[in-house]
């Protein structure tokens, strides 16, 4: 029946032959008897049967999706586009200028969507290391699959350690299935640090203990930084000289810090040239950039010093040249120089010496000396002085006896009697006056006038040369002493002699010849002459006994001072036999050397 057609089923329904008749049972998605049969609906029978959309069709339905999702291969499932951030994690130089993040969709978009990009501080700083984005991505059905967004990167001039910010990827459309929604973003740094030594050569004198050394870092940090600073020997030998050291030193966060370190310095006693030690720095750090990264360290011997050998010299203005030696405690093997110059006092440059200021260099000596010249100016004076300094740059020997004072002693009589032996009373005659006559000589330019004085008082005018004394005493036992002033143009008046002295009135007269001055020394010659035809003399010193004597008067051990000398003639000539007595002068000056502080070079 079924294939003759005589059976009455459904057109949408299976016949079935059977013996002797047949069956009708309805095809899938329908439902009846077979001989009717009714299209199921399994859209509305049916809960699930598609993800978004069911169509019916008879005796069967087909699933759809709506906008923008895709019918997947089970041919019930709607799949949605998948998208995500290109990279989960993305590394930045600051100096790139911008970070690109990049959004990656699975496949061409049939429908419009809408992305959010946003970015999350982390331990870069936003405005500071980046720039805030939060942006949408409004995307239209295309081929493209990929869109990207710039996260503006900022540079500093800051060395710090590398900072992280994140990226957000977000969407409200329910077609936009977000697969990588987070990624992070790193910014390495690109900025150096510069770090050096703060002095090229650091001095220290062996017996300050220790020298200070110190590094400098210029630019900002906002992480730490670590050097490590090792000394390396030269000359100097560790641990004869100085304490190794190899330690780190930790920069922390700021700007322009400087940090510094103690090496210690051994003292050993012994004289020696300068010896030297090395200090170097080094680091692991690449954003350290080393300006100077060694530096010497010169320890100076502090045994070797150099002086003037006298603290006084005395010189005849007559001398030509001055001698002043410098002496230098120990022989180097380098030449070391010090400096001598001259400095006014009452003597003046260029009148009365030669100015100097030389460079004594010692090579393998120990001594060495200058020559000043001394100018004989031939016009009485008084004693001058001028000063000596010595100075050093040579940070390898201290100073001693760094000032001298050089005195320049006057050789020219301004005043000399003529006539002075003949007025003596060689023969004891008693004499009422007497005349003096004196030669003037050499003398200064604004003198106005000559006046001359004895003791008792009287004076006069003797420009001329000559005076006479009158209505002296006839008793007069003691000299007389002959002063001659001189008045100047600018109304002081000077004493032009030291000391004349004139044998008294009825005595047996003596005169002292080398007018009573003996210079710079403990022993003293004073000749005398006169006392009459006698040939023996007894001669006191001060409060000493009377010995023998004859001129001239010798005598040793004799200190500064007034002194005055007894000579008494043995001979009856005289008329009477009072001893005469004679003063004279242990000079040595009164011009002390100054109390000067030696200052020596510190480097």
Not at 2 to 16: E, F, I, P, Q, R
């Amino acid at each position: 029946e079924c294939v003759l057609g005589t059976a009455n089923c459904s057109v949408n329904a299976a016949c079935t032959n059977t013996e002797g008749s047949f069956l009708c049972s309805c095809r899938q998605g329908y439902s009846g008897d077979g001989i009717s049969c009714t299209d199921i609906d399994e859209c509305s029978t049916e809960t699930d049967i598609c993800s978004q959309v069911c169509i019916n069709t008879p005796g069967s339905f087909i699933c759809g999706c709506m906008e923008g999702f895709l019918l997947d291969t089970d041919g019930k499932s709607c799949r949605g586009v998948e998208i995500g951030l290109q990279e989960t994690s993305y590394t930045i130089a600051e100096s790139a200028g911008r970070a690109e993040i990049c959004v990656q969709l699975s496949r061409n978009l049939t429908g419009n969507v809408t992305l959010v990009i946003t970015s999350e501080a982390g331990t870069a700083t936003a405005s500071a290391d980046y720039l805030i984005i939060s942006e949408e991505l409004r995307l239209s059905p295309g081929p493209s699959t990929l869109f990207c967004v710039d996260v503006p990167i900022l540079e500093d001039d800051v060395v710090e350690n590398t900072e992280y910010f994140s990226v957000l990827l977000n969407s409200s459309d329910s077609v936009a299935n977000i697969t990588t929604g987070f990624a992070t973003v790193a910014i390495t740094d690109n900025d150096n640090i510069e770090a050096t030594f703060t002095e090229a050569l650091y001095s220290v004198r062996e017996t300050s203990g220790s020298v200070t050394v110190c590094v400098s870092m210029f630019g900002a940090l906002e992480r730490n930084v670590t050097l490590q600073l090792r000394t390396e020997d030269g000359r100097a030998k560790a641990p004869d000289d100085y304490i190794n050291i190899n330690e780190g030193l930790i920069f922390s966060s700021g700007s322009n810090v400087t940090m510094c370190v103690q090496i210690t310095v051994l003292f050993d006693g012994i004289a020696e040239d300068t010896e030297l030690f090395t200090v170097v720095l080094s680091t692991n750090d690449s954003s350290v950039i080393f300006t100077r990264g060694t530096t010497l360290v010169a320890i100076f011997n502090s045994d070797v010093s150099v002086g003037i050998l006298q603290e006084l010299y005395l010189f005849e203005e007559d001398v030509g040249k001055a001698e002043v030696c410098v002496q230098l405690s120990e022989v180097l093997n380098d030449s070391v120089n010090v400096m001598l110059k001259s400095r006014e006092g009452t003597a003046k440059s260029g009148e009365d010496y030669t100015d100097i200021n030389e460079v004594i260099t010692f090579t393998q000596t120990t001594v060495m000396c200058v020559y000043i010249s001394i100018v004989d100016d031939h016009l009485a004076e008084l004693a001058e002085s001028f000063s000596l300094d010595l100075s050093t740059t040579s940070p390898i020997i201290t100073l001693r006896n760094c000032s001298a004072t050089i005195i320049i002693v006057d050789n020219d009589a301004a005043v000399r009697l003529v006539n002075g032996a003949p007025l003596l009373s060689r023969t004891c005659e008693c004499e009422h006056s007497f005349s003096v006559t004196i030669l003037l000589e050499r003398l200064r330019d604004d003198i106005r006038s000559i006046n001359c004085r004895l003791t008792s008082n009287i004076r006069g005018d003797c420009s001329d040369g000559s005076i006479t004394f009158r209505n002296l005493p006839a008793s007069r036992r003691e000299p007389y002493i002959l002063e001659v002033h001189a008045m100047l143009s600018d109304g002081r008046c000077i004493l032009l002699t030291r000391e004349i002295r004139l044998g008294g009135n009825g005595d047996c007269g003596v005169i002292l010849i080398n007018d009573g001055l003996v210079v710079n020394g403990d022993s003293v010659e004073v000749e005398w002459q006169g006392a009459g035809p006698t040939s023996s003399f007894d001669c006191r010193l001060d409060s000493n006994e009377f010995v023998p004597c004859e001129s001239p008067f010798k005598a040793a051990g004799i200190i500064n001072g007034d002194h005055r000398l007894k000579i008494s003639p043995r001979g009856r000539n005289c008329k009477r036999r009072i001893p005469r007595k004679l003063y004279f002068t242990i000079f040595q000056s009164n011009i002390t050397a100054p109390q000067t502080e030696c200052i020596s070079f510190v480097p």
